[in-house]
C-alpha cells in the first residue's frame, strides 16, 4: 500500500482558503474543540488567477471590464469593446513554502453580437512533484496532483447599462495516487455555475465625467465532492463577492478607478462540538447544498457578530495615462478569527499595439504569511477586427 506524503496538501489547507478559515479554539465544559472554520474541497478556485485585480488587493467584480473579466464576474464580459481576445495569467503559488506550487489560467472571448459575448476559461493548478513511498519506506516514483476547472461562459447586455453572465464550470481534483487507510482514493469530479451581474452608470462627480459601477459573483454553486467512495463528500467552494468602483475621467489621457468589494464564502461554519462530539452551538455542517449555501449567512456558532466577521474586504486603486500605461495598490482584510489574511497588493500594466502585459506583487509579513511576495502575471492579446 502506498502512502502519500500530505504535506503540501495539509499546507494548503491551512493556507489557501478564503474567508472563515481560521481555526480557533472553544472550551466547552473541559473539552476544547477546533470551531469557525470552513473546509470546502478545490480551494484554488478562490485564487485570483488575474494580474490586474491582483494589484488591487483583489478587488474588480464592478472594474470596468478587460479580457480577464470571466475569472472575477462573467457579466462584464458583455461590456468588452473588442470583438475577440485571449490572456494567459501565471502565478508561482505558496513559493515561501514550497517551490513548484503554480496556477496557470488561459481564457477568451468572442462578440456574438454587440449585446452578446461568449467565453471560455481553463484553470490549472499544480502543486509540484510528490515522492511516492511503500509502508517500507522504499521509495516508488513521484507523483504530480494537480487540479483543473474548464469554464464556458455566456454574457448578455440589457440595454446600455445592464449585463448577466453565467459560467459553467467542469471541476478535476487529481490529488491521490494511492490506496490509503484501506480506502481506494480516486479523482474528485464536480460541476458547477457561476451567476453574475453588472452595472454602469456615466455621470458627473465632482465636476469630472465619471463612470459608478456595481457587480455581483456567486460562484462555485455546485455539487459536492469526495476522494473515496466510503468519505463524506464536501461542499465547493461557494463564493458570494458583491462590490462597487467608481472611474473618474480627469481628462483625455488621465483616469483614475476606485474599487471596493465584500467576499463571503457560502459554505458551512463548522460548529462547537463537546468532549463526546455532539453539538452544543452552532449548526451541523453535513447538509444539502441548498440548505448550506443559505444557511451560511446564519450558522455560525457565535451568531450575527461572527457572520460579520466571515466577511473579507478588498479595496483597490487604479490609475491610467492615455489607456496605455497603469499603476495600481489595494489592499486585503480578513479578520484575524477567519483567517487572518491582511496584505497590501502592488501592481501595474503596459499596453502595446494589440498586447497587455499586467503584474502584481503581494506584500505581507514572510514569517506570518505563507503568500508574501506573491507575484502574478497576465499576458493578453486583443484585436479591432480580422483586417488588423
Known amino acids: 500500500m502506498m502512502k502519500l506524503n500530505y504535506l503540501r496538501r495539509a499546507l494548503l489547507l491551512l493556507f489557501l482558503f478564503a474567508g472563515k478559515t481560521a481555526l480557533a479554539q472553544t472550551t466547552v465544559g473541559s473539552s476544547t474543540s477546533q470551531t469557525n472554520g470552513v473546509y470546502p474541497d478545490v480551494p484554488f478556485l478562490l485564487i485570483t488567477p488575474d494580474a490586474r485585480a491582483g494589484a488591487m488587493g483583489e478587488a474588480g467584480v464592478a472594474v470596468m471590464p478587460d479580457g480577464n473579466a470571466m475569472s472575477i464576474n462573467p457579466a462584464k464580459l458583455a461590456f468588452l469593446e473588442k470583438p475577440y481576445g485571449v490572456s494567459l495569467s501565471y502565478s508561482p503559488w505558496l513559493k515561501n513554502l514550497v517551490p513548484d506550487i503554480n496556477l496557470a489560467y488561459l481564457s477568451g472571448f468572442y462578440q456574438l453580437d454587440n449585446r452578446t459575448v461568449i467565453g471560455a476559461s481553463l484553470r490549472y493548478f499544480s502543486l509540484g512533484d510528490i515522492a511516492l513511498i511503500d509502508e517500507n519506506q522504499n521509495p516508488q516514483g513521484t507523483f504530480n496532483p494537480n487540479e483543473l476547472a474548464f469554464d464556458a461562459t455566456y454574457s448578455r447586455k440589457f440595454g446600455e447599462n445592464f449585463s448577466l ?20 482514493q480516486k479523482a474528485g469530479i464536480a460541476v458547477a455555475v457561476d ?52 472611474t473618474f475621467i480627469i481628462d483625455d489621457y488621465n ?30 455542517p453535513f447538509r444539502s447544498v441548498p440548505s448550506g449555501i443559505l444557511g451560511s449567512f446564519a450558522d455560525a456558532p457565535g451568531g ?41 497588493t502592488l501592481g501595474g500594466g503596459l499596453k502595446y499595439n494589440v498586447f ?14 505563507p503568500l508574501a511576495n506573491t507575484l502574478r502575471f497576465t499576458l493578453a492579446w486583443t484585436i479591432d477586427n480580422v483586417s488588423k
Open 304 to 344: 450575527f457578530k461572527e457572520e460579520l466577521k466571515e466577511i473579507g474586504i478588498s479595496t483597490g486603486i487604479e490609475y491610467t495615462y492615455n489607456q496605455q500605461f497603469a499603476v495600481r495598490a489595494g489592499y486585503f482584510y480578513e479578520n484575524p478569527q477567519k483567517g487572518d489574511r491582511r496584505y497590501l
Open 356 to 369: 497587455n502585459l499586467d503584474f502584481s506583487y503581494l506584500i505581507a509579513n514572510a514569517q506570518n504569511s
Open 195 to 246: 451567476v453574475s451581474a453588472f452595472f454602469k452608470k456615466p455621470t458627473v462627480l465632482f465636476g469630472k465625467d465619471a463612470i459608478l459601477s456595481a457587480g455581483l459573483n456567486l460562484s462555485n454553486i455546485g455539487t459536492k465532492m469526495s476522494y473515496a467512495e466510503t468519505q463524506n463528500k464536501r461542499f465547493l467552494p461557494a463564493n458570494m463577492k458583491l462590490g462597487g468602483a467608481s
Open 255 to 284: 483616469q483614475f478607478t476606485f474599487a471596493l468589494d465584500f467576499n463571503k464564502l457560502m459554505v458551512p461554519t463548522e460548529p462547537v462540538r463537546d468532549i463526546n462530539g455532539e453539538i452544543v452551538a452552532g449548526k451541523d
Open 165 to 184: 453572465g453565467t459560467s459553467a464550470r467542469f471541476i478535476s481534483s487529481n490529488l491521490t495516487s494511492a490506496q490509503i487507510g484501506g480506502s481506494q
